[in-house]
């Protein structure tokens, strides 16, 4: 809940951010998904149309992304371009 409140403080500006692979992403807006405890932190899934990211307690769902040196878009655009899901976490 804590990341979730943390990144709704800093958005529109600066924005919310993370690491992947040692380069910052931009995320928009991320929604609490309360009814997801099973992720590890960091991990990510795509269930349906929703990219969901593990944190300590609940799973936050990404709405847009933006990785390093490219556009904002969606973050279910973002998954499905992505070869494996699992081998991507966020620092």
């Given amino acids: ?4 409140r943390q990144a709704r403080g800093v958005t529109p500006e600066p924005g ?7 380069q910052r992403v931009k995320l ?8 997801v405890s099973e992720l590890a932190p960091g991990a990510v899934a795509l269930e349906g149309k929703s990219v969901l990211v ?7 769902e990404l709405t847009q992304i933006q990785p390093a040196g490219k556009k904002m878009m969606a973050a279910a ?15």
């Fill in 28 to 35: 928009e807006p991320v929604r609490l998904r309360p009814d």
């Fill in 77 to 91: 655009d973002w998954a499905r371009g992505m070869a494996t899901l699992e081998s991507v976490v966020f620092e």
């Fill in 54 to 60: 593990g944190t300590g307690s609940h799973a936050v």
């Fill in 1 to 4: 809940m804590a990341i979730s």
């Fill in 16 to 22: 919310a951010w993370t690491l992947l692979d040692g």
